[in-house]
């Protein structure tokens, strides 16, 4: 079935410092990728998405490209700040039918301090 | 309110209680689904209602028991729980089915099963 890895956290930065939290997938067909996150005593948020490969989303400064060629999804930021600690997660949307299910990773923990 | 409510925030329940959690969206979506949040696992998609009917039950245990009487209100009924079912659950609603939905979160009741 559908899966999605995301690195272990926590993720531990100082302002200002670069982030990258990995992510790769597997699954049949041509999904649509996401990151969520989750702020404390928060739902989770939709942060950005790609529905095909090679395409790069973007949102708050936060990018990640739809890498088919390596099944990979990575969340960059250049420069985090102390209001991006939060959990991230990485999931996708298989193609076809069914695909509103959201196969999600464990999610990483981001701490910054500052 | 706007977006995606739910009550109550926290909830304390023995092994042979019953209870409900209640979501309420206030997006006009037609979809609702129901997520377990288990620590060190990935968020568990437990049950989808389009248009107040049931299309997904992701192999839950009966003691689970959701409700939806319209399209904006989703219940899940709580009867001889677990401890292992100590956990956070998320509502989330979405417009329709496709990945191009995005899905919303609400920010989830922590139940814990004593």
């Known amino acids: 079935g559908d899966s999605v890895t995301q690195m272990e956290g926590p993720v531990t930065l100082s302002e200002e410092a670069f982030l990258t939290i990995n992510c790769t997938y597997t699954?049949?067909?041509?999904?649509?990728l996401f990151w969520y996150v989750q702020y404390p005593g928060e739902g989770l948020q939709l942060l950005l998405k790609?529905?095909?490969?090679?395409d790069k989303g973007s949102n708050k400064g936060f990018e990640a490209t739809y890498r088919k060629e390596t099944t990979s999804f990575h969340l960059e930021k250049g420069s985090v700040q102390v209001s991006d600690s939060a959990v991230y997660f990485c999931a996708l949307s298989a193609s076809g039918a069914g695909s509103y299910q959201l196969t999600f990773g464990k999610g990483t923990k981001l701490s910054v301090i500052p | 309110e706007t977006g995606v409510t739910q009550t109550p925030r926290h909830l304390v329940m023995g092994m042979t209680n019953k209870k409900s959690l209640k979501c309420e969206q206030h997006l006009g979506h037609n979809a609702m689904y129901w997520y377990k949040q288990s620590a060190k696992k990935p968020l568990e998609l437990m049950f989808v209602?389009?248009?107040?009917?049931?299309?997904e039950n992701n192999s839950v245990p009966s003691r689970f028991s959701p409700e939806c009487p319209n399209s904006s209100h989703l219940f899940l009924h709580l009867h001889t729980l677990q401890p292992e079912d100590s956990a956070l659950y998320l509502c989330?609603?979405?417009?329709?089915?496709?990945?191009?939905?995005?899905?919303?979160f609400g920010p989830g009741t922590r139940l814990t099963v004593t």
């Open positions: 209602y389009s248009l107040e009917e049931r299309v």
């Open positions: 699954a049949t067909g041509y999904p649509s």
């Open positions: 989330a609603s979405s417009q329709g089915f496709s990945p191009s939905y995005e899905q919303y």
């Open positions: 790609a529905t095909k490969a090679d």
